[in-house]
C-alpha cells in the first residue's frame, strides 16, 4: 500500500501556505516589533536586530487547530552583553514593559 499521497494531502491540508497567513503572521509580527521598538525607545534603551526561529524560519508552520498562529521571533540587543547587563532578568524586563499592554490595547 503506497501512504505517501496520503501523507502529501495531509501535509498540503495543515501547512501554512504562502499567501493570506503568512501576510497575516507578518503583519502581527512587524506591529508588536513597533511597539518593542517604541517603548524602548521611549525608555532610552538599547536598540535590537531581530532574526525569525522555530517552525515559522524553516517553512515547517502548520495552522494552529484554534486559531492561534505562533511566530518566534529572536532579539539581539546592541551593545548589551553579559559583562554589561550581568543580570538577564533586567533586559527581559525592558521587553515586558515595551509590550505589556499589546494584546489589551
Known amino acids: 500500500m503506497n501512504l505517501q499521497p496520503k501523507f502529501v494531502g495531509f501535509h498540503e491540508a495543515i501547512k501554512l501556505k504562502d499567501g493570506d497567513e503568512n501576510a497575516d503572521l507578518r503583519e502581527k509580527r512587524e ?48 551593545g548589551v552583553t553579559t559583562e554589561t547587563h550581568p543580570n538577564p532578568v533586567t533586559v527581559k524586563e525592558w521587553v515586558h514593559e515595551a509590550v505589556k499592554d499589546h494584546t489589551t490595547r
Request: hydrophobic letters at 40%; charged letters at 25%; a positive charge.
Open 31 to 78: 506591529r508588536i516589533l513597533k511597539r518593542l521598538r517604541d517603548g524602548l525607545t521611549a525608555a532610552n534603551r538599547p536598540t535590537f536586530a531581530t532574526f525569525n526561529q522555530g517552525s515559522y524560519a524553516m517553512g515547517t508552520g502548520i495552522k494552529p487547530q484554534k486559531g492561534d498562529f505562533d511566530i518566534d521571533v529572536g532579539v539581539i540587543f546592541n
